[in-house]
């Protein structure tokens, strides 16, 4: 019987969606180890036991997988980023369709045969087109700088398992080379004023998070700088700096927020530097091309080339025609409701975020599209409201990973639509609500497509489109 402590040779043969290694002992007990791959022999160190199952960490790598590679990046292994950017792509691909099906199968209760294979990313290093950065005064020091002197002052990304934890980030693959230069000019700067980073203990402090928002077809650059409060004169040399160095840039923001919660959202903006946006182009399948503006807080997918595929993915499950009228929840900032516009008879789009819809309706104009309405509601509410869905036969939805409010999925159970198109990043959260979906009865699953929208993790979009069952 195993314990914690007990050091155990372990054969991976799979991950868990979560990206860690799945062995077994002789007697069919799980284990499920930290850093090891599919293929790997390993020596491991129980660190947790549970009735079940267990969990370890890797001590030693007796034999390498094939299927391992040379992770690029140097913080590989200790921040959250890219926690499987030592597995070949193509492995990646395999593990998230299979992180789909078992999530389908095993929380939904669908039979499923057999999915398509996810569909892969053309750029797996520096496709993020948004980045998030936190400060912290718990600086994180790797084991080989465990004995350099620990300046309680880090600007960078969470390590897993801590919460306030940050390690400071020198080189990340995820964005660009010039948004990491951006990085480092402002973690330099505000070291060396001793400006103090925002403590979640005390509640005092100045400095809370960095966005970094790239766009991939046009040359815009946004810096959003969150703060506790806004000094004027501090920022205004901030500014300065940023623009001397980085002409690329093309607006500086100093967003504000008295909030406790560590979440990266501003309450007041103050622009600093351009218009405030930032304007991003999308294309069709037919390589029309689509106007975004988003703002500091509006969500927009954050691979923009491989969102164009996962907006035509939607559109062939959805098999949109002149006649539909589409229901469009969550909509963000209207760039599924606007390319679907194109080949619809009308969108209304709905969304919890003013500034979400502000920009939605900013981004109608742009394109000249004049048949997509767009409300500012809780989903729920306006779920709630029968006359809401009148007159809509389709219906596309793409929440946050929290899936939906168990009303949502009781309200839509018992709708009529020819079809449902849910779009998730969850892939868990997505079987849940489609279990409750499916369960009245009058749906069913008709296509399955994972996009891997994030290379080097464990994370999957999928879009699930379902059918009426009275439809043949």
């Known amino acids: 019987m195993i314990k914690k402590g007990d050091l155990i040779t372990a054969e991976v043969t799979s991950l868990n969606s979560e990206g860690k290694g799945i062995s077994k002992t002789d007697e069919g007990f799980v284990i499920f180890s930290e850093k090891t791959l599919p293929g790997d022999t390993a020596l491991i160190k129980i660190r947790k036991k549970k009735s079940n199952y267990a969990e370890a960490v890797l001590a030693e790598l007796i034999k390498p997988s094939e299927f391992r590679t040379d992770a690029k990046c140097s913080h590989f292994g200790v921040c959250g980023g890219c926690k499987i950017q030592n597995f070949s792509y193509d492995k990646q691909l395999e593990f998230k369709t299979n992180v789909v099906q078992n999530a389908l199968e095993r929380i939904g209760g669908f039979e499923i045969p057999g999915i398509r294979p996810a569909l892969g990313s053309s750029e797996v290093f520096y496709y993020r087109n948004k980045m998030e950065y936190s400060f912290s005064d718990d600086e994180w020091l790797s ?48 070291k060396s004023r001793k400006v103090p980073v925002y403590s979640t203990k005390t509640q005092t402090g100045m400095l809370r998070f960095l966005i970094i928002r790239q766009s991939k077809n046009t040359n815009d650059l946004m810096v959003n700088l969150i703060t506790y409060e806004h000094d004027e004169d501090l920022m205004n040399e901030f500014c300065f700096g940023l623009k001397d160095l980085f002409p690329e840039i093309t607006t500086i923001i100093n967003s504000t927020t008295q909030k406790k919660a560590q979440v990266a959202f501003g309450e007041n903006e103050y622009i600093l530097h351009g218009s405030g946006f930032i304007t991003e182009i999308l294309k069709d399948s037919t390589g029309k091309e689509f106007s975004f503006k988003i703002s500091p807080q509006s969500f927009f997918q954050t691979n923009t080339l491989q969102a164009e595929n996962l907006f035509g993915v939607m559109s062939v499950f959805g098999e949109f025609g002149k006649d539909d009228n589409v229901l469009d929840l969550y909509c963000g900032t209207g760039s599924v409701s606007i390319i679907l516009s194109q080949i619809v008879k009308r969108v209304r789009g709905v969304e919890l975020i003013q500034d979400s819809i502000n920009d939605a309706r900013i981004n109608s104009d742009l394109n000249s599209v004049t048949n997509c309405e767009y409300i500012c509601s809780d989903i729920k509410d306006f779920l709630e409201d029968p006359e809401s869905m009148r007159g809509f036969n389709k219906l596309v939805l793409d929440p946050p990973r929290s899936g939906l409010h168990p009303k949502i999925c009781e309200i839509l159970s018992e709708t009529g639509f020819e079809k449902i198109i849910y779009v998730s990043c969850n892939p868990h959260t997505q079987a849940r609500d489609l279990k409750v979906i499916c369960g009245g009865g009058k749906y069913k699953i008709e296509n399955i497509q994972p996009v891997d929208m994030f290379p080097h993790t464990y994370h999957i979009e999928n879009v699930v489109s379902l059918v009426r069952n009275d439809i043949n």
Do not use: M, R, W
């Open 143 to 190: 084991e080989k700088d465990i004995n350099a002197v620990k300046e309680n002052y880090a600007l960078g990304l969470h390590v897993p398992g801590f919460h306030s934890k940050i390690i400071n980030i020198v080189n990340c693959y995820l964005q660009s080379e010039l948004s990491n230069k951006i990085l480092n000019f402002t973690y330099g700067f505000f």
